[in-house]
């Protein structure tokens, strides 16, 4: 036993060698010629294909309006609440207008002092004027009269300007509805300090038409040149499950997005906006949803599954090619492809109906195969050939 185990020592990479033949023998199992590779085939059918691109996003109101005050004050008055549909001209919050109050009223005084001030004016005008068609009076006097209407007169358009605006700003401290719609968002209630002004005033409200929705989605760059204007689209709500919605892409982004794809890799895409021509109550903004954008659409054309498709070793490097199956020997193809659907391609040229092709494995078809190779189809394939 000693000597068994001593002998197999010196010879230990001779010995490893020998097993790592064996199993190489054994795993590939091409050391007897008769052994051939086993694969899969199938006859080349028509179908109907769609080209699709998928997408997610969620629901968006076609129309939704916004309501922000222009000056910072406080909440006084909250009339509805989420969820409440309302008509136009409906009042909606109020906002305190104490001092934009008191601001009109000054504006007010204002323009009747001005308008006083102004018909005076006129009057002495039309006066002097008289007088100076008599000679009775100078050129500089009249100038000076006829300044001094002028001035009271641009006095008083100016006082009326600022009444509009202060008019128009204390409007404003009562939100009316300006369409029918349904409030989809308050923000605060009596007594907050809602913020306003020019720049990022906060949403007071939002006001919704929830009878037109629409998806916004981002596609992936490699994606937006098959999309157009008017292509059909199937959305899918996640509220609800199972159903699905016509729609048609409405509008595409021509400026991109980027953004950040994990590590430091970045991801540009372009937003696309979907549509919805199906609507059902009970659809709110915010609900996440798929869409299937349909690029392409053909009936009746040949097809072959996509693992089929393969590159030719033995031609033109990115050559596409499919292994014909003919009387245990594979044979490449050369083959034009159109467009893709789930798990088809469409073939254009280099095939016809009721040719055999090789469908698996994929191993087999991407590695393995060559032209003039001999195959044997798989047991269960040629028990169900001998039953067709």
Request: glycine share 6%.
């Amino acid at each position: 036993m000693k000597n068994l185990i001593n002998m197999l020592m010196e010879n230990k990479f001779k010995v490893v060698g020998a097993l790592v033949l064996l199993f190489a023998i054994s795993f590939f199992g091409k050391s007897d010629d008769n052994e051939t590779i086993e694969v899969s085939i199938k006859k080349v059918i028509r179908k109907n294909l769609q080209s699709k691109v998928v997408a997610d996003g969620v629901l968006t109101p076609e129309t939704e309006v916004k309501l922000s005050a222009n000056n910072t004050t406080y909440i006084t008055d909250i009339a509805v609440k989420e969820g409440d549909f309302v008509k136009k001209g409906d009042f909606l919050m109020s906002l305190d207008d104490r001092q934009q109050k008191a601001a009109t009223e000054a504006s007010r005084a204002s323009v009747e002092a001005a308008k006083v001030q102004l018909e005076q004016r006129k009057a002495q005008q039309e006066r002097q004027a008289k007088l100076y068609s008599q000679g009775l009076i100078s050129d500089q006097e009249m100038e000076s009269t006829n300044s001094s209407f002028a001035s009271a007169l641009s006095t008083f358009n100016g006082a009326q300007s600022r009444l509009i605006q202060d008019e128009d700003a204390l409007s404003k401290l009562r939100l009316i509805a300006p369409q029918d719609g349904t409030i989809t968002f308050i923000d605060g209630e009596v007594g907050d300090l809602a913020q306003g002004g020019m720049f990022n005033p906060s949403v007071l409200l939002k006001l919704s038409d929830l009878s037109k929705m629409e998806v916004y989605v981002n596609v992936n760059e490699n994606d937006i040149a098959d999309i157009s204007i008017d292509d059909p689209a199937i959305i899918e709500v996640d509220a609800y499950d199972g159903r699905k919605f016509k729609g048609r892409v409405k509008e595409v982004a021509y400026a991109s997005s980027v953004s950040s794809g994990g590590s430091q890799q970045q991801v540009t895409n372009f937003q696309v906006k979907i549509q919805m021509l199906e609507v059902v109550e009970g659809m709110r903004p915010g609900m996440s949803a798929t869409v299937d954008i349909i690029t392409a659409d053909k009936s009746n054309v040949i097809s072959i599954p996509i693992q089929s498709l393969t590159s030719s070793r033995s031609m033109k490097k990115g050559t596409n090619v499919v292994f014909i199956y003919k009387n245990g020997i594979v044979n490449e193809r050369v083959v034009e492809t159109g467009i893709v659907g789930d798990r088809d391609y469409e073939i254009v040229s280099g095939l016809e109906e009721g040719d055999e092709i090789v469908t698996g494995s994929f191993i087999a078809i991407s590695r393995e195969l060559s032209d003039g190779m001999k195959v044997t189809v798989r047991e269960f394939q040629k028990n169900r050939r001998k039953r067709d």
